[in-house]
């Protein structure tokens, strides 16, 4: 398997050179324009990039961090691979899958913190989707520490002579961040291209490191326009902690002058988060059906879909407006859309 160390370059600055990445996305995604959702809202011109589009099975946001988050587990010479996220982890499905694609065994640990849920959200889904992949599940209560069952079983793998990787949850520790800063990079390169400025980035954010990541990136291109977290679970004094924390130790890695980051950057709407995470409310299961309905492209109901009913109030409440290009970042998901079905289906 070949370790890129590619000095990864955005208007001379040479940056993420000294840390390995694995190919394992399918990128550049693609930036399109949202022209029946944009006619809809009658507001600003709305924009997606598509990081559903990622691959390892099926997408989402979590393959640009896995790059470098596997990477460093390879180079840690790692036969195992540990993780931990709720039953219907994204994150945990992407880990599994990178895992079966570089031969390493994977061992996850998912937690079941979504109060009332049906069936469906046991058996389907993401959780479907990891059996599948082949990942060893370990399922805890609510109330156990996941980092703590982590090291548990990395222990437990170390004596019997593995050599176990823990990969925090949700991926976003300053090494994981460091995809978006890349995919930061990505996005400036094709609004270059098409010669179009943008001035509001909006995305689902958790355990915060995509937000992070966007944020040193775009800190690193000079870029004036403004990114905005929908919160999917946290209320706004804890989100934008987790954020702002990350800000630093990943600015660091990519040796960047963090003296000069303008906390107020960190934007954070907590308005969706509704009854908690993976609770989705009546706005959220309108923002899906109306993408879907406009666009035929399926949102989630504990990420994408809380992010595309932020950015619907935002046009509604004027925050954006007409002649601004607002671009949605797709972090993927919708493999989590059949452990919800009590939400869609039309025949009850
Ligand atoms: C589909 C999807 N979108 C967004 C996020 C949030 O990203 P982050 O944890 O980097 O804030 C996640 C995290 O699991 C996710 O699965």
Redesign the pocket.
Known sequence: MTLLKEPDRHDGIAILGTRARIELAHSPTPLVRLNRLSDRLDGPDIWIKRD?CTGLAGG???AR?LEYLMAAALEANADTIISA?AIQ???VR?VAAASAYLGLRCIVVLTDTVRGRGEAYFKNGNYLLDQILGAEIHLVSAETDSSREMEAIAERVRSDGGRPSVIP????NPI??LG?VRGFFELQTQLDECGMSADWIV???????????LLVGAMLCNWNGEIL?VS?GAEHARQYE??RDLIPSTAALVEADFAVFDKSKVLVDDGLVGAGYGEPDGRTIEAIELLARTEGILL?P???GK?MAGLIEAVRSDRFRSGQNVIFLH???SQ?LGAYPEYFSQTG
């Open positions: 559903d989402g946001n979590k961090k996220g982890s994204n994150h992407q949850v949700g991926g976003s994981g961040t978006y995305l689902p954010t958790g355990s915060g490191g995509t937000q992070a990541g977290g999917v987790k954020v989630d504990v990420y994408s992010a972090t993927g998901g989590a």
